[in-house]
């Protein structure tokens, strides 16, 4: 019996070591689903691309799942769901949609993950899923017996490049001439008042004295 347990406790070693293949389910039953066109969940629209359906708690409750984005970051919707079944399980994960009209974005139904045959049933709020088209507004048409006189369009006038103005020299400053320059004056002549009879006594003068030093001198020779 020892050796029979020991088996069986290396066996459930070995799988849980071994890595699980990728159809398994992971314990929050991840799974990725991939749209090509918008899809209605409760509380949200989701445009084209790849979300990631899970539960959002799956240690407290098993019933409330949560779509996010491709990458996790984003939690676009999380919702109730209900128990739902189908009669035979298939390989991969399947989500079922209700009937739409058309221009109405799908509503997802319930989701079955591979493998099983119990399924998620969405629970919606009330008023959804949406199942009416939007309403677009019809454009007004007026009716009249007479033709209706549409004012011509003004014609566009022809752009006039504006003529090039020809740039003017700024004039030159005016140079002014240089102040002329006074010439010497040569000095006023002096009146000539005296006459030569100074002279004349002054020679006369000169003459007596040498004839009185001849006489002088005469009579010291004597």
């Keep these: 019996m020892s050796k029979v ?9 070995v799988a849980l070591m071994a890595p699980a293949p990728a159809s398994a389910m992971t314990y929050e039953k991840l ?16 445009n084209a691309g790849t979300y990631r359906f899970r539960l959002a708690n799956p240690d407290t ?3 409330v799942l949560q779509v996010l984005s491709n990458d996790g970051t984003v939690v676009h919707a999380m919702f109730l769901t209900i128990d739902d079944f189908r009669a035979k399980a298939t390989k991969d994960s399947v989500l079922t949609f209700r009937e739409t009209p058309a221009g109405v974005p ?37 009716y009249t017996s007479e033709p209706v006189a549409v004012a011509p ?16 020299a700024p004039e030159p400053a005016p140079v002014e001439a240089p102040a002329p320059v006074a010439e010497p004056q040569a000095p006023p002549e002096l009146p000539k008042t005296a006459t030569p009879l100074p002279f004349v006594a002054v020679g006369g003068f000169v003459t007596l004295l040498a004839g009185l030093g001849l006489g002088l001198l005469r009579k010291a020779v004597n």
Excluded: C, D, H, W
Aim: hydrophobic share 40%; no cysteine.
């Design 5 to 13: 347990l020991s088996v069986i406790g290396v066996a459930a070693v």
């Design 31 to 46: 799974t990725y689903l991939t749209f090509s066109a918008p899809v209605q969940v409760p509380g949200a629209t989701l």
């Design 61 to 63: 409750g098993r019933k």
């Design 106 to 142: 799908a509503a997802a139904k319930s989701l079955f993950y591979n493998g099983e045959r119990n399924g998620y049933e969405f629970v919606y709020p009330k008023g959804f899923p949406i199942m009416t088209a939007p309403l677009v507004p019809q454009p007004e048409i007026t």
């Design 153 to 168: 369009e003004p014609i566009p006038e022809p752009e006039v490049a504006p003529e090039p103005v020809a740039e003017v």
